[in-house]
């Protein structure tokens, strides 16, 4: 009886927490729909605090982009109980975007056809497109079947199976980025941003379910991503040898990954 008096406090502040989020996106979504668009959009996705290479020693949180702010408007709405698998559709599919008020740092959606998005700043080329066609991009490339199994997950209202397939997505993305990066390792200043948009990625993502799901790949998956900021600080510094470090840490990140999510899958079916 004790127990679960101690425990009941907590589950309710963590269903507090998510039934805030909820209300944010929804607020949004309830604004797009009466209110006409803000005239005013960011041309780009980066916060201007990573617009100069020092800001990069003194800013603590990863920059967002576009992709990272529709997906954590779906991870929020997912999480709650209710029916929300409209408004899931209409962001994933492009037909909404998440934007974040410069100011208030209110949760605004704002139609696709009025906004321009940009991907990591390295890329130098915008992103007008959806979680969807990145889904489908993927699946061309990398021969999976991520956008037929979220959609089928969509369909089914199947919870479980969509949060599985973004995890999968967010995995690819990563090792995309990363490669990207390890591609430019002779722009420091840029591939320092870059790594940056690989924090954010993991930390929207992939971070918290594997802490919770997969502790020990999820350790292994963060000392390799500091590792890899360490090698960009040795390349500045003229260390041409940490490139082979780089690379050993990118290695040594996805495998944590894939094995955590490997494992987590492996329990999920035995549970099935």
Known sequence: MMQQRAIRPKNMCVTMIVSAGVLMILAGLVTIEVVAIADHLDASALDPAFCSPSSLHTTTEPPETQLTRDYRAIRILLKDPADHFSQIRRVYAGDLHVSVA????????????RAKLFKAEYQRISWT?????????????RGTTLALTIDQGLQAYDRTKIEAAFRKMFSILLD????????????????????QHARRFYAEGLDA???INAPEQAARASFALDAMARAIEELKAGKSS????????RGNFMRAISEGLSAQATIATKAA
Not at 102 to 113: F, G, M, P, W
Not at 135 to 141: F, G, K, L, T
Not at 176 to 195: C, E, K, M, N
Not at 242 to 249: G, I, T, Y
């Open 129 to 141: 497109g959806s979680l969807r066609q990145e889904a489908q991009r993927i699946d061309r490339e």
């Open 102 to 113: 410069a100011r208030a740092q209110t949760v605004i959606l704002k139609r696709a056809d």
């Open 209 to 211: 379910h594997l802490s």
């Open 242 to 249: 940490a490139r082979v470090w780089f690379a050993r840490e």
């Open 176 to 195: 995309d980025l990363l490669i990207s990066i390890q591609q430019r390792l002779d722009q420091s200043i840029t591939v320092g941003r870059a790594l």
